[in-house]
């Protein structure tokens, strides 16, 4: 049973909506303040909704499965996917794999924007050198793969665990650029272009007004990039009775940028994880019923064979993947999975939650740190093991304006603590003085937030160590003392099996691991975003608890 996504299933009824979309005001539940109008203040209640996933993403109906369940043999011996029940939160996974078109337009838009600055250029390059072995002619992908035409609908390959972080983060800054261009909330793309640029053109560094500098989500967000050259025609109109009119005449009203909680912007893409990308893989929402899961897989598909049972395909490989020493595509005259390295991204039939290539074609970067014994350590519910907690760096903390670089992206400096500091703390962290302090003539403390720690100044017989909030930081950390092994905090877990790897590699419960920094002709990767508000995805012939409105306030 195949599940079918429609957009009606993605969208929960709104229990509110702003005063423009409702005739009734609503109020607050707790003080009955009438929300959205201008004249008591200005509270805002956003339309409550549940958005739609970014282009090119399929919602992933999350919920528990067996990590590790469907590998039926250990033949490396690694004993590191030891069987463990998770649950795995609703979220948003790619169709398909990231193409060489998909990366050339993250190329393009980076030498068009920095366009004297070959070293962001060249970072960005995948290593087509993968290509090159010392007993092998490939030196005709070394130089077509990536750019011919030909191999345009192929994964990108060659590309680090780190290069696929940056992209991530470029297609999310890309795509809400586009969303407040295409509706207005910016300057559209057609009138940054003087008036006669294509829909979909990319911005130059220089026409985001007076930042210089290309569209950030962070920084748009934290209301650094507004103003001339940036304000759009259909801004959000603003409540606030500190809000000042912009424009002339008639037309002059209070404005203001987008807002997270106006639910317009997506969330970021990013890597999966390793249980995402095992539980998107198995897709087992195709075989259960009533919470029944009917039959198990050991692939993306049905059955324990590789080869299709369908009548018009019978006897083909469901997936691309190396048959046998010798045997990447079949025999001359009836290739059989008609494909010699890799396959278009859309190539084979696509699993239960429609995502192609979960198995074969090439490898696939998660976001996980690797660990042999991550299935026994860490928590049951989201599992992931690779979190590095860091702050935005404040530039003047006074008027919370963020930091940037010199690409318009906000440093990030490493978290050490779990909780929100104080305001004092977080100013001395700056090397800023305290309001209060300097009222008083005193001079903040530069260690206050080391001091949160001074009962921890040593341990482990008096050796000092530097604590966060993960202990990674900690320098008698003794989890590998002793061990021989090439395992640290770089190696990062890849999965799936590709077009040069044995069937074994196919089952989505196998993992291995490489450095962030090294590449393959045999890894690629696809971007995840999480889902926000609640999971399930399919209401509709389901049976569920009624959400009642609140009673409104009447005032006396």
């Given amino acids: 049973m195949k599940i079918l996504f429609t957009k009606t ?10 005063v423009s979309s409702c005739s009734k005001q609503q109020q607050s539940q707790k003080t009955g303040i009438t929300y959205n109008d201008k004249n008591n203040g200005g509270y805002v209640r956003f339309r409550q909704t549940h958005p739609s996933p970014g282009p090119g993403l399929v919602p992933i109906e999350g919920g528990t499965f067996v ?14 996917n030891v069987r463990r029940r998770v649950t795995v939160p609703s979220f948003y996974m790619d169709e398909t794999e990231v193409s060489n078109q998909d990366w050339l337009d993250y190329l393009h838009w980076t030498a068009i924007t920095f366009p004297q600055d070959r070293e962001l250029y060249y970072d960005a390059l995948p290593d087509t050198l993968v290509w090159r072995k010392p007993l092998s002619y490939n030196e005709p992908y070394v130089d077509n793969y990536l750019r011919h035409p030909a191999f345009q609908d192929y994964p990108v390959v060659g590309v680090t665990w780190e290069q696929a972080q940056d992209y991530c983060q470029w297609r999310t800054d890309r795509t809400n650029e586009n969303i407040l261009r295409e509706t207005g909330r910016m300057v559209s793309w057609k009138d940054l272009n003087g008036g006669g640029g294509k829909k979909g053109a990319a911005a130059p560094a220089a026409a985001n007004g007076a930042n210089a500098q290309p569209f950030n989500t962070d920084i748009y967000l934290n209301g650094q990039m507004k103003g001339a050259g940036v304000d759009g025609k259909k801004m959000m109109p603003d409540l606030s009775p500190n809000a000042k009119a912009t424009g002339t005449g008639k037309n002059a009203k209070p404005v203001r940028p987008v807002r ?15 249980a995402e990308w095992e539980y998107a ?10 919470e029944n899961i009917n039959d198990g897989k050991m692939y993306p598909w049905n059955g324990l064979g590789v080869r299709s049972a369908k009548s018009k395909t019978r006897g083909l490989i469901m997936a691309n993947f190396k048959r046998g020493n010798g045997d990447n595509a079949g025999v001359g005259g009836y290739l059989n999975d008609k494909a010699d390295i890799t396959a278009p991204v859309r190539s084979y039939a696509p699993n239960d939650f429609g995502l192609y290539n979960m198995a074969g074609n090439v490898n696939e970067w998660t976001a996980d740190t690797y660990r042999q014994t991550s299935f026994e350590e860490f928590d049951d519910f989201n599992p992931f093991r690779g979190n590095e907690y860091s702050n935005k760096r404040m530039a003047d903390p006074s008027k919370g304006l963020y930091a940037k670089d010199k690409y318009g992206r906000p440093i990030k400096d490493a978290a050490k603590a779990n909780r929100k500091l104080k305001y004092s703390e977080l100013l001395a962290q700056q090397g800023q003085k305290a309001d209060s302090a300097a009222a008083a003539g005193t001079p ?5 937030l080391a001091s ?5 100044a040593t341990k482990n017989s008096g050796k000092a160590f530097n604590p966060d909030m993960r202990g990674d930081k900690d320098t008698v950390n003794l989890a590998l003392y002793g061990n021989t092994t090439l395992v640290n905090n770089r190696s990062k877990v890849y999965k799936g099996g590709s ?14 691991f490489m450095d962030q920094d090294e590449a393959s002709a045999e890894i690629g990767f696809r971007c995840a975003m999480t889902m926000v508000g609640a999971p399930e995805i399919y209401p509709v012939g389901k049976p569920h608890y009624g959400v009642k409105k609140p009673k409104d306030y009447k005032s006396k």
């Fill in 281 to 290: 893989a198995l897709a087992l929402a195709g075989n259960t019923q009533f």
């Fill in 452 to 456: 949160n720690n001074a009962q921890l």
């Fill in 444 to 448: 903040a403390n530069p260690n206050a």
């Fill in 499 to 512: 077009w040069n790897d044995m069937a074994y590699w196919l089952n989505p419960a196998t993992r291995r």
């Fill in 67 to 80: 990590m590790g369940g469907s590998a039926d043999q250990d033949v490396a011996y690694d004993y590191n």
């Fill in 9 to 18: 299933a993605l969208v929960l009824l709104a229990a509110g909506a702003l």
């Fill in 260 to 274: 997270m909680e106006d639910g317009i912007l997506k969330q970021g893409y990013r890597l999966p994880s390793e």
